[in-house]
């Protein structure tokens, strides 16, 4: 029996929302030339906050880019 994988979801953590758009847009441009679909995107803002003044002390995009192989 042989194995294949169909689906594949892959998350980065940037820092830039830019850099966030930019690893999903190389995902869809790439689909085509590496036999694969983008199936489901997400791009989450993430922030820490220092408990005592309320200030955001780090911040950060978390990006989730799902593909579906061809079988």
Not at 29 to 39: F, I, L, P
Not at 46 to 70: C, H, L, N, P
């Amino acid at each position: 029996m042989a194995n294949m994988m169909t689906k594949k979801t892959e998350v980065y953590r940037v820092d830039t929302e830019n850099e966030a758009t930019e690893i999903v847009e190389d995902y869809k441009a790439r689909a085509m030339n590496e036999g694969y679909t983008v199936v489901k995107t997400k791009v989450d803002y993430k922030s820490k906050k220092d408990r005592k003044t309320g200030e955001i002390a780090d911040e950060w995009w978390m990006v989730e880019v799902t593909v579906s192989y061809e079988i």
